[in-house]
């Protein structure tokens, strides 16, 4: 009971919207057209390899899922956060990178807002969570000081090994050239790149899906993760 109590605190501080709280891998249809579809099993059994690493006390990538709007991205990283929080009973949390992501922070400088002062203890609390889903990343007007906040958020969650899930409409290579390729080297360190190819489910009965996890950056050879 004591278990289920908090399971119950870490997934209502997680922010995930009401709707997708205890979604889980059993959740995510694998199937098209009555069949199953291997990579998607495979991604599932990524996440459960996942946490599996994490109770080990093992510093662990985390995923860069990108697609097309409607190919389950978030859906997904909703599932894995509540997922590695169930299995791991350590906390986590989910961001949407909009206007107001930044917004917020912004306000932590205006002399008015009474969240004045309060930047850092923002940043610091997302840097420290041991699992952060960051959704929507390339949404972001790409001013400078938006690219070296987000620059120092995922830096800072690089240095301490805190698991991190990306959602995008844009491939990684698209990222390449932000804050001066800073941005591309720590996602491809830190996470597995997984491309969802689909049609919008939302507009459709059923899904048709295909995931490609990539090995290798194409553009010079390299495997990902490799220095």
Known sequence: RQRISHIDRLIANAQIPNRFRYKFLEDFDETSGGEIVPDIAKLKGMLSSTADSVLAGNTTKGFYLWG?????????????????I??????????????????????????????RGQGTTILEALSNVP????DD???????DWELETLYNLIDARYAKGRLTILTSN????????????????????????????????????????????????????RSYGAR
């Open 170 to 221: 844009h491939s990684i290579h698209d990222h390449k050239d932000l804050a001066a390729g800073r941005l591309y080297s720590r996602f491809v360190e830190m996470c597995n790149l997984v491309h969802l190819n689909a049609e919008d489910y939302r507009e459709r009965d059923k899904r048709e899906v295909e995931i490609q996890i990539p090995t290798t950056d194409r553009s010079d050879g």
């Open 86 to 115: 169930f299995r791991t009973l350590q906390a986590g949390k989910f961001a949407s990178i909009s206007s107001h992501f930044f917004q917020r922070i912004r306000d932590t400088f205006n002399e008015e807002s009474v969240q």
């Open 68 to 84: 097309a709007p409607g190919t389950g991205k978030t859906y997904f990283s909703y599932i894995a956060l509540n997922y590695l």
């Open 137 to 143: 990343f390339g949404v972001q007007r790409n001013t």
């Open 131 to 134: 699992f952060l889903v960051l």
